[in-house]
């Protein structure tokens, strides 16, 4: 009798759900009628992952598993189940409605869980893994600029009460000059006067050094990225933060990545009806990831600034009587399509490592040849780097240089 009962169990289809916290996580096991088989604790460790595996396949064959948090305290069981094959669907946490109605326990958010990879109400598919080393560089840049601006706040501050020689004297100055003069400061006179000076020293030595961090975590993130999407990173007006926020936003929403028209919703950038009587327009969306959206404005910015075609374009718009505000969505939903295909397939980037061997073989300097062209010397200096892609002015540069 207990063989035919675990052959039965064996042959049945099972869901599985899963709360997870940071030491722990609780796995339930639902039919699929939704009655509840079993649950149990693990522990957060590969060989806590293998028992609840091990735990789930044992109730029937696994249809489905819905883990709540699968981007973080939920990432390890989510790796262990998809490197055995099953399917796991990222679960949102239950509203305050549900709870105050049935209460809150780790076996009721499991189960919950469960029914919600049982009822398909669950469906997105987890963030992408691939993306996790760009998303750990990304956070530590930009905790590093907000920890740079909060230590330049501090130094104002400071200077606003300092004493009038300390103030009168290190007060006018900005910028790098005002953080390198402090950073040298040997503090000297009254109590007063050393605590200040201390201080302001302190704070441009903290200045300086995450100065040098960013730069060195935006010089990974550059690698990153360039290694991830080639295509993405070599767009115009497309950073290494800009590329890494879009690959975030891309793996962390896979379900959102099946049309363009879906990636654009997704950042912001899809028009919104904003119409009335005679009326007739559209608005920028205040809704998406507002990340990516701001990452769309910068390309907008950068593009308006230094691309040929976008200034044409904003010219073309302005005239025709649409605001700023008008001709920035339409240029972000452009942007947002010209992404999407960079993101979804494989953008083939011609190369440029022989423009600048081929420009020093003819002596030509950086000067001449920007000269030639009617550009900044920088402009031809990204391009011969890679840091900027322009592929009409690649094309024409690489012909000048062999005729010159």
Request: aromatic residues 4%.
């Amino acid at each position: 009798m207990t063989s035919e009962v675990a052959e039965q169990t064996s042959d049945q289809d099972v869901f599985g759900g899963v709360d997870s916290h940071a030491d722990t996580i609780h796995v339930a096991v639902i039919g699929d009628n939704g009655g509840h088989l079993a649950d149990a604790e693990f522990a957060t460790t590969a060989a806590g992952y293998a028992a609840a595996l091990a735990f789930l396949n044992a109730h029937g064959h696994v249809i489905r598993i819905g883990v709540e948090g699968t981007a973080s305290y939920g990432a390890g069981f989510t790796r262990a189940a998809r490197s055995h094959g099953h399917r796991v669907v990222e679960v949102n946490r239950p509203d305050r409605a549900e709870r105050r109605r049935i209460g809150k326990s780790d076996p009721i958010d499991a189960y919950a869980a469960a029914r919600a990879a049982l009822s398909g109400r669950a469906s997105g598919a987890p963030k992408d893994d691939t993306v996790a080393g760009i998303r750990a560089l990304h956070n530590a840049a930009r905790s590093a600029v907000k920890a740079r601006t909060a230590a330049l706040n501090q130094i104002t501050h400071v200077l606003f009460t300092a004493p009038e020689s300390i103030r009168a004297k290190y007060g006018q100055l900005k910028g790098t000059d005002r953080t390198d003069a402090l950073a040298r400061l040997r503090p000297a006179g009254d109590r007063v006067h050393v605590a200040v000076l201390t201080a302001l020293k302190s704070l441009a030595r903290r200045v300086k050094g995450l100065t040098a961090e960013h730069m060195a975590l935006t010089k990974a993130l550059d690698g990153e990225t360039t290694v991830h999407n080639t295509g993405l990173r070599a767009a115009h007006g497309v950073g290494p933060d800009t590329a890494a926020q879009l690959l975030i936003t891309a793996g962390g929403n896979p379900e959102r990545m099946r049309t363009e028209a879906s990636f654009a919703a997704l950042c912001g950038a899809a028009p919104v009806p904003a119409s009335s009587g005679r009326t007739n327009r559209h608005r920028l969306s205040r809704g998406g990831d507002r990340a990516a959206n701001a990452a769309l404005y910068r390309i907008a910015l950068v593009r308006m600034s230094s691309d040929s075609r976008t200034r044409e374009y904003v010219a073309r718009q302005t005239a025709a009587g649409r605001t700023k505000k008008e001709v920035i969505r339409l240029l972000k939903r452009a942007i947002a399509r010209e992404m999407f295909r960079c993101l979804t397939t494989t953008v083939t980037v011609p190369g440029i490592a022989d423009l600048r061997p081929l420009r020093q073989s003819k002596n030509i300097t950086l000067t001449a040849a920007a000269r030639h062209f009617g550009v900044w010397p920088a402009t031809i200096s990204t391009l011969e780097r890679g840091i900027r892609r322009d592929d009409g002015l690649a094309h024409t540069y690489r012909d000048w240089l062999s005729a010159a």
